[in-house]
């Protein structure tokens, strides 16, 4: 079955540096993809999305990379501050016979040290 | 926020009694979900709705059911909770982002205790 969320559960990264966050997904068909941050005691807060005809998307502070060659999604971070302390998790859209299902990783968890 | 609000935000209750969390929007979404979220599990879809009184089944639907009969209002009922329906809900519900992906956005959970 599908797999998302191949990335290590804890990441620490000093204040102002950039983190990079990765994703592995197993299902080629999967056509949608979408970054989630969630701070504790709180509902997932959407970031950024990408479809998969691009291969990079750019936010405020946040890039969102594709590669679709070898299945994986990363969320990078720029100039981390205290606030983006979190756990973040990748979504994959899969549409089969106009079914549609989003599958969620289990997340990692981003500690950002003053 | 999406406009979203879930009640209670914190429920401790009985195995054996019925229990009913509220979500409630305020955008006139048409597609509302219902999630549990449970350590070492990504969110897993129990139920979801497609419109008033259009409601299908996710994947963890079994001793969960859901009512829809207000476009604003997407009940979930656990008609006899157990320790293992123990967990944090999270209501939803999608919209086209700008890149016209149909994305969710999600309520701030109730966490629910099953004693």
């Known amino acids: 079955g599908e797999n998302v969320g191949l990335h290590l559960p804890t990441l620490s990264v000093q204040e102002g540096d950039n983190s990079i966050i990765n994703c592995a997904y197993s299902?080629?068909?999967?056509?949608?993809f979408i970054w989630y941050k969630q701070e504790s005691g709180k509902g997932p807060q959407f970031i950024i999305d990408?479809?998969?005809?691009?291969d990079k998307r750019q936010g405020q502070r946040v890039t969102v990379l594709l590669n679709k060659t070898v299945k994986h999604l990363s969320l990078q971070i720029a100039a981390t501050q205290p606030g983006d302390s979190a756990v973040y998790f990748c979504?994959?859209?899969?549409?089969?016979?106009?079914?549609?299902?989003?599958?969620f990783g289990t997340g990692t968890r981003l500690t950002i040290i003053p | 926020d999406a406009g979203i609000t879930q009640s209670p935000r914190h429920k401790v209750t009985e195995t054996g009694t019925p229990v009913t969390l509220r979500c409630h929007q305020t955008?006139?979404?048409?597609?509302m979900y219902w999630y549990r979220q449970d350590p070492g599990h990504g969110l897993r879809l129990i139920h979801y709705?497609?419109?008033?009184?259009?409601?299908d089944k996710g994947e963890v639907s079994d001793g969960y059911s859901v009512s829809r009969s207000k476009t604003e209002d997407f009940l979930l009922t656990l008609e006899s909770a157990t320790s293992s329906q123990t967990s944090v809900y999270f209501c939803?519900?999608?919209?086209?982002?700008?890149?016209?992906?149909?994305?969710?956005?999600f309520g701030p959970g109730t966490r629910l205790l099953v004693l």
């Open positions: 939803a519900i999608s919209e086209y982002s700008s890149v016209g992906g149909e994305t969710q956005y």
């Open positions: 299902n080629s068909a999967s056509d949608y």
């Open positions: 990408i479809r998969s005809n691009m």
């Open positions: 979504a994959e859209k899969t549409t089969n016979f106009g079914n549609e299902k989003l599958t």
């Open positions: 955008e006139n979404h048409r597609y």
């Open positions: 709705s497609y419109g008033v009184k259009d409601t």
